[in-house]
């Protein structure tokens, strides 16, 4: 008769870290791309002056171009120089497309009407200006 067998011990459970190290440091690069991301068009805020009488017309928008009271020009996101400006505008812009200016309420008249008449150079016809109407 054979002695009976012994099972050899198995050993103490472990849990691997370097898969859950993985992980964790691909889950914080996501949250940091998008927080980097969602903050970065918060920075560039235009508050838009009021009126008290408006007018609503249901017209397509073709380019939207803000203008910050430090005198920066935004189009879709990006900052542009002045000279830049023109050359976006000849090279995105359609013609007879509406172009509409958000400029800041705080920023000068004089930087306004610098932004139209560049607008204007480039070759757009059709400008409109954004505010926010009173209620």
Known sequence: MKPPLKPEP????????INLIDVLITLIAFFMF???????????EIELPTASRSVSAQVEVGTEIGLTKENRI??????LGPGELTEYLRKNCRSGELVVVKADRECKYEWVISLLDRIKSSGITRVGLRFTPDD
């Not at 998008?34 to 560039?44: D, H, I, K, N, P």
């Not at 935004?74 to 900052?79: D, E």
Request: proline share 12%; glycine share 8%; net charge positive.
């Open 34 to 44: 998008t927080t980097v991301f969602a903050t970065r068009q918060g920075q560039l």
């Open 10 to 17: 198995l050993p103490p459970p472990k849990i691997e870290i």
């Open 74 to 79: 935004i189009i879709a996101g990006r900052l």
